[in-house]
């Protein structure tokens, strides 16, 4: 005679509330994803493009460039994140270069934009996980806006006082303040190859790319 | 208990930080300004008062032997909730509150009222149960922070987001430096634990 299978009634009620209650929170999540999602993208993209437009007065539209040979060889620490060209009405008006460099509490993530003439337009710290109430003190205009920073340029490449340069590092932040000084330096150099390593994102290839070299120097 | 003595208990009696001493991480990592301390306590009370409420409305369909992967669960929905909807709403607070909005999901103060109060009380007193709970939590923050704030910055009330740089109460210069760092954060809840300690121990005399 054929015994009767043996049903775990109790393990499958286990089961099956446990199944339920995940299928109808999955269900919930994905109705506030969906309708929470645009909102976070737009506002992330608009974040992104309020941080170019204040690193680079005067542009009112930004094009990314994709990196070229030459960045990639420079970028071997993969410091630099995206570069901007920013255009006013059309004409270029230099350029934005978003990095992170090492500070003292983690990766300080800087946007430092760049005019035509190689000058440190303006600088924002986006994210930093520097001591707050001492290495936080770099994203403020005391530190930012220092005349030795805001002269700072591809001529003048900005140094601390204590590397012999002339930016007042943040009182009892040195390395944060270092961070930031690199980092302008590296935008400085990145921005240089602009032109040369780049290509913008319309696409020209690297036979065109060499022609648009000449046209990078006139600059 | 009535609801209404329920609801004033997670506030005095058994305040989750003051008497209870749960949830110690986010409370110490998040009280550096006033803004913040009231950004993650009102999340938190959300969070509490909705779990609170479904796992008391689920009390006799939940399973004893999967209960607590069942109270996870919910409380993870409206933790991820919170966090989406915080970044939508107020991307700078939800920045900077980061890492302590997923955090929640393991805050002891939520599973603890999932298990020891809303999975045996009715809905309502959960509910009531929640609120206070999480607005006992939120007072407390706020307390902490509030002497953290304005001993370690000389402001109050700084809200960045929303473009508020807060009253200046005497200059930045003078401010202790140390408060606003984790070490404040400990002595500042110790001080406030041993004040708390002293004042109901004295009542207690005197009765």
Redesign the interface.
């Known amino acids: 005679m054929a015994r009767r299978p043996y049903i775990p009634w109790e393990q499958l009620r286990l089961m099956l509330v446990l199944t339920l209650i995940c299928a109808v929170s999955g269900g919930f999540l994905a109705l506030v994803d969906r309708a929470t999602a645009p909102r976070i993208q737009a506002r992330a993209e608009q974040a992104v493009l309020q941080s170019l437009a204040f690193c680079l007065p005067g542009a009112d539209e930004f094009q990314e460039v994709e990196a070229g040979p030459l960045l990639a060889r420079m970028n071997a620490d993969k410091e630099v994140r995206a570069v901007f060209r920013g255009f006013a009405g059309g004409v270029p008006a230099g350029v934005v270069v978003n990095l992170e460099t090492r500070g003292y509490g983690g990766p300080v993530s800087l946007m430092v934009g760049i005019t035509e003439d190689g000058r440190v337009a303006r600088v924002k710290v986006l994210n930093h996980s520097e001591t707050p109430g001492l290495g936080s003190k770099i994203t403020e205009e005391r530190f930012l806006e220092q005349p030795a920073l805001r002269r700072a340029g591809r001529e003048y490449p900005p140094a601390l006082t204590q590397d012999g340069g002339e930016v007042q590092a943040v009182a009892g932040a040195t390395i944060s303040s270092r961070a930031v000084v690199r980092g302008i330096n590296r935008a400085l150099e990145v921005a240089g190859t602009v032109g040369e390593g780049f290509t913008a994102h319309s696409g020209s290839g690297p036979e065109e790319n060499k022609q648009g070299n000449g046209g990078g120097d006139k600059e | 208990m009535k609801k209404r003595e329920v609801f004033l208990n997670g506030i005095f009696r058994e305040n989750p930080i003051f008497r209870l001493v749960l949830g110690m991480c986010p409370t110490l990592a998040v009280s550096?300004s006033m803004a913040n301390g009231l950004g993650m306590g009102l999340a938190v009370t959300f969070v509490l008062a909705c779990s609170n409420l479904i796992i008391a409305l689920?009390r006799n369909?939940?399973?004893k032997?999967?209960r607590i992967?069942?109270f996870i669960?919910?409380v993870?929905?409206f933790v991820?909730?919170t966090d989406?909807?915080m970044?939508?709403a107020v991307?700078g607070l939800h920045e900077v509150l980061g890492i302590f909005i997923p955090l929640i999901v393991v805050n002891c103060i939520i599973l603890g009222r999932a298990e020891a109060f809303a999975s045996r009380n009715t809905v309502g007193r959960s509910l009531f149960d929640g609120l206070g709970m999480g607005l006992g939590f939120s007072l407390s923050l706020v307390v902490i922070s509030f002497f953290r704030e304005l001993l370690?910055?000389g402001r109050l009330l700084a809200a960045g987001d929303f473009g508020f740089p807060g009253l200046q109460i005497f200059a930045e210069e003078y401010?202790a430096?140390m408060l606003?760092?984790p070490p404040g954060a400990f002595i500042t809840l110790g001080l406030l634990l041993a004040g708390i300690n002293w004042w109901s121990a004295k009542k207690g005399e005197e009765k």
Do not use: F, R, S
Request: glycine share 8%; hydrophobic share 60%; with cysteine.
């Open positions: 550096v689920l369909v939940i399973p032997e999967v992967p069942c669960v919910i993870a929905t991820t909730i989406k909807v970044a939508a991307p370690g910055t401010g430096l606003i760092l």
